[in-house]
């Protein structure tokens, strides 16, 4: 039967089978529970119920949707100016816009677990994309005296969103186990800054070429169709599974928290820079007489493709970086992970510093720190993900990850965006480019306080990581080899997880 296991997610067998094959062998149990499954019917057939070949392509479609995802969430802040022109809106209200999408995404993403966990997920996140399509493409026909109804759909987004990003690693767990599995969630988390990237560039491109912002938000509907095409053709719902089996014990503690809150403070910083980043340099270059001011709907948006450009570059760099410069210390120092998550977050911190302060005198300057802090900030994606996976035992991992998402989110980037728009509006004297400019400028070194602020949380988690890891690793099952779940056995399900942003 070796033939018959591949790299996907393995099985539990079940109790009840334990008592009645008692004076069996454990591969003699395991083969009769993979014969009884069917999964001995076809040789070479995996017991997620899906050949490696087709995960291979599972796992494609699933990172194109995740990174469409994030291409829409911040096709908005590329055309920012345009928004605020066109409305006649003030920072403030212009923040509302990602918090609002961040409120409604945090809150109804266990909603969306806990039905991922009950059924189908593949037509759950049919049914989540095919709505959010629907509803970005509603929010591109917002009037002008309506910027209630554009913030009402770009709530609306957020459950499409949630839908997906709640349901999709789960997927890819089923799929994968050990090494392979992480791989592949690299490659899924890789979307992140790419997308993100990408939703400036096109946004700002379409919105030069048409001369009229909404034709930005009509990009992603028409590739999200082509999304739920793939998503019926191509993916296979896999049979659910956990990874290993374990009594019930609670988290660890000090560790988790510490790191939760650390990626918060990432949270709070990049959501801040992803909204307002454009916008500043916009306003510096008028600030210093490089561009004309933003006088009609249609708005130079130059700058939100240079910063689109620089985040697709600097999160690749950063995460591969991060991921590397982890894997090399940890054969030196066990504390390499949290240690690494610190350095990014503090030297990430005086590089912003720079970027927000010489953008007064230079913008080129200002770009060229803005990419080292992009870097340094980038480094922590995969890596915190890979800390809660071995600090938390595996039976309460979908609670760990429920609270990291709802805790870095509420903290982090759900207010963060709102927050800088209400502190620019505070310091604002006068409607003067200067004024616009420098409460802006002044209200975005928040960020540089709070960088700091999650470097010394990844610290203090350095202290306490070999000891939590340790404790998660007394009920960590050390076989690679699959356990199949037979037909009578109870169900099992695989813990709901999610992207951290």
Partial sequence: ???????????????????????????????????????????????????????????????????LNYMDRFTVAGVLPDIEQFFGIADGQSGLLQTVFICSYMFLAPIFGYLGDRYNRKFIMCGGITFWTLVTLASSYTPKDYFWALLLTRGLVGVGEASYSTIAPTIIADLFVNEKRTKMLSIFYFAIPVGSGLGYIVGSKVDDLEQDWHWALRVTPALGLVAVLLLLIVVKEPKRGAVEARPEHSLNGRSFILSTLGFTAVAFVTGSLALWAPTFLLRAAVFTREKAPCVSENCDNSDSLYFGVITCVTGFLGVASGVALSGWLRKRNPRADPLVCAAGLLLAAPFLFLSIICAQGSIIATYVFIFFGETFLSMNWAIVADILLYVVVPTRRSTAEAFQIVLSHLFGDAGSPYLIGVVSDALRRSESYLWQFRSLQISLLLCCFVAVLGGASFLATALFIEQDRDLAEQYTHSGDEPIVVPKRGRSTKVPVSSVLI
């Avoid at 591949?6 to 529970?33: I, N, W």
């Fill in 1 to 67: 039967m070796a033939g018959t296991f591949c790299d996907s997610a393995p099985f539990f067998s079940d109790d009840d089978d334990d008592d009645e094959g008692a004076g069996e062998s454990e591969g003699g149990r395991r083969r009769r529970a993979a014969e009884e499954d069917g999964v001995g019917a076809a040789e070479g057939e995996c017991p997620s119920g899906v050949s490696p070949r087709r995960a291979g392509f599972i796992v494609a479609v699933l990172c194109y949707i995740n990174l």
